[in-house]
């Protein structure tokens, strides 16, 4: 059974860094590609990044590119979200997700490519 858990969420000030991180339990996590979501009340679920199953490839949504970086580390099964010039309209639920296709080369932007998700960590970002 594939479980991922996120972690490293909280509250923070505008302007600050947070590093979020989700561990992956179940399969050869280092076989799939792999990708960080957000949430607010009411929207539909966001993309926020994503990372290829080797880490050669990456994606961001406009709105977070040149401050958020997505990362893995296949050693240890985890993805990580590093959070930085965090901003009030970053404030979500964010969640992890995981593709269920092998080896995939390409990177997907819809949460309907992706097969399994964590419960997802509250980040919030005061003014």
């Known amino acids: 059974q594939v479980r991922l858990v996120e972690s490293g969420g909280g509250l923070v000030q505008a302007g600050g860094s947070l590093r979020l991180s989700c561990a992956a339990s179940?399969?050869?996590?280092?076989?799939?590609?792999m990708a960080w979501f957000r949430q607010t009340p009411g929207k539909e679920r966001e993309f926020v990044a994503a990372i290829r199953w080797d880490g050669i490839s990456t994606a961001y949504a406009d709105s977070v590119k040149g401050r958020f970086t997505i990362s893995r580390d296949n050693a240890k099964d985890t993805v990580n979200l590093r959070m930085n010039s965090l901003k009030p309209e970053d404030t979500a639920v964010y969640y992890c997700?995981?593709?269920?296709?092998?080896?995939?080369?390409?990177?997907?932007?819809?949460?309907?490519?992706?097969?399994?998700w964590g419960q997802g960590t509250q980040v919030t970002v005061s003014a």
């Open positions: 997700a995981s593709k269920g296709t092998l080896f995939s080369a390409s990177l997907y932007r819809s949460p309907m490519d992706y097969e399994y």
């Open positions: 179940g399969r050869a996590f280092s076989s799939y590609g």
